[in-house]
């Protein structure tokens, strides 16, 4: 497996406007957030920063029992805290060929997300890996075409 490069770093954080509101006053950085029935479905708001390659992700309440075990370990990380950087999106080719690479090194697969939209990205593959299997850092494989920013 060959990973192209980081594309964005994770955070959970209970209180989504807030963070916007200091990224955006301290550093200058804006946020999509963006509306998907799927992130509704799981109960997460998400925002991406693609120029700064962050991603930020809030529970919209408590994770409901039909939730992949990675959101709920994603909210546990909330009880004490109210921000985490819990994890690293890797660009890669081919997302299902890395995760083949992964398992055959006892890697599990949390979850698979192949959506045609997610925000500002399109022909969107991502595979979820197990950060019990990770060094305790949830990584995921990616790879998605990106809406042209307008002038």
Same mark, same amino acid.
């Given at each position: 497996?060959?990973?192209?490069?980081l594309d964005r770093?994770?955070?959970? =954080?209970?209180?989504? +406007?807030?963070? /916007?509101?200091?990224?955006?006053?301290?550093?200058? *950085?804006?946020? *999509?957030? =963006?509306?998907?029935? @799927?992130?509704?479905?799981?109960?997460?708001?998400?925002?991406? @920063?693609? !120029?700064?390659?962050?991603?930020?992700? @809030?529970?919209?309440? %408590?994770?409901?029992?039909?939730?992949? %075990?990675? *959101?709920?370990?994603?909210?546990?990380l909330l009880e +004490?805290?109210?921000?985490?950087?819990?994890?690293?999106?890797?660009? =890669?080719? &081919?997302?299902?060929?890395?995760?083949? !690479?992964?398992?055959?090194?006892?890697?599990?697969?949390?979850?698979?997300?192949?959506?045609?939209?997610?925000? %500002?990205? /399109? &022909?969107?593959?991502?595979?979820?890996?197990?950060?019990?299997? $990770?060094?305790?850092?949830?990584?995921?494989?990616?790879?998605? +075409?990106? $809406?042209?920013?307008?002038?």
């Amino acid at each position: 497996m060959k990973v192209e490069g980081l594309d964005r770093v994770g955070m959970i =954080v209970k209180d989504l +406007d807030k963070v /916007h509101e200091f990224f955006l006053k301290v550093l200058g *950085i804006e946020f *999509i957030e =963006v509306k998907d029935p @799927s992130l509704e479905t799981l109960g997460l708001r998400c925002s991406l @920063s693609l !120029d700064n390659q962050i991603e930020i992700i @809030s529970p919209a309440g %408590p994770p409901a029992d039909s939730c992949p %075990p990675y *959101i709920k370990r994603l909210a546990k990380l909330l009880e +004490d805290k109210d921000y985490v950087l819990f994890g690293l999106a890797f660009r =890669v080719k &081919n997302p299902a060929e890395a995760a083949a !690479d992964a398992q055959r090194e006892g890697i599990r697969i949390d979850y698979i997300f192949d959506m045609e939209q997610l925000g %500002p990205m /399109h &022909n969107v593959k991502e595979v979820i890996l197990n950060e019990e299997d $990770t060094l305790g850092i949830m990584m995921e494989f990616v790879k998605y +075409d990106r $809406t042209k920013r307008r002038s």
